[in-house]
T-cell receptor
Framework: AQSVTQLDSQVPVFEEAPVELRCNYS??????LFWYVQYPNQGLQLLLK??????LVESINGFEAEFNKSQTSFHLRKPSVHISDTAEYFC??????????????FGSGTQLTVLP | GAGVSQSPRYKVAKRGQDVALRCDPI?????LFWYQQALGQGPEFLTY????????KSGLPSDRFFAERPEGSVSTLKIQRTQQEDSAVYLC???????????FGDGTRLSIL
């Protein structure tokens, strides 16, 4: 079975500082990788995804994540954060296998708080 | 519709009551998923539909949980004889197909007193 570990439950950072949210996964088969963001009292919004190809993927609002197969990691980074980036961030994986339901397995989340 | 719609947004029930949670997926989305998100945790998979067929219900925690999608569109998650540990946010997600990104609704926050 696959699992996702987000070691940091809370990450406080000052505005305009860089940030890295860590994600490691465990799986016996290949996976697709995702980052979702959740604002208070809302559902999850897809931030970015890695399916294949370039290991560095970027979102439209400045976040990027790099798939590292040898370290089984998919860390999320942003060079300069804004107050509006304050939210809960979830890393998730889904198995690559025909016939699977493609349900997502989530980490426990990292609360990013951007301080003025 | 513009996105996945869930109702009600909030539900309070007494222990032992039955509840029904509704999900309206994005029009044309074949795949529909239910997740349970406990306080301070990531969502956990409950069940999956492809059109009207329930292909995976391995995540349902007990036989008190039942889900249906009779016409391949709207889905209902029913919880019978609710217990306090059922308190959580229930999220619905839909996608065009099995390998497509999932789009989530805002969830139903269920509180069992």
């Amino acid at each position: 079975a696959q699992s996702v570990t987000q070691l940091d439950s809370q990450v406080p950072v000052f505005e305009e500082a860089p940030v890295e949210l860590r994600c490691n996964y465990s799986s016996s088969v290949s996976v697709y990788l995702f980052w979702y963001v959740q604002y208070p009292n809302q559902g999850l919004q897809l931030l970015l995804k890695y399916l294949s190809g370039s290991t560095l993927v970027e979102s439209i609002n400045g976040f990027e994540a790099e798939f590292n197969k040898s370290q089984t990691s998919f860390h999320l980074r942003k060079p300069s954060v804004h107050i509006s980036d304050t939210a809960e961030y979830f890393c998730a994986v889904t198995l690559i296998s025909s016939g699977s339901a493609r349900q997502l397995t989530f980490g426990s989340g990292t609360q990013l708080t951007v301080l003025p | 519709g513009a996105g996945v719609s869930q109702s009600p947004r909030y539900k309070v029930a007494k222990r032992g009551q039955d509840v029904a949670l509704r999900c309206d997926p994005i029009s044309g989305h074949v795949s529909l998923f239910w997740y349970q998100q406990a306080l301070g945790q990531g969502p956990e998979f409950l069940t999956y539909f492809q059109n009207e067929a329930q292909l995976d219900k391995s995540g349902l925690p007990s036989d008190r949980f039942f889900a249906e999608r009779p016409e391949g569109s709207v889905s209902t998650l029913k919880i019978q004889r609710t217990q306090q540990e059922d308190s959580a946010v229930y999220l619905c997600a839909s996608s065009l197909g099995m390998s497509q990104p999932q789009h989530f609704g805002d969830g139903t926050r269920l509180s069992i007193l």
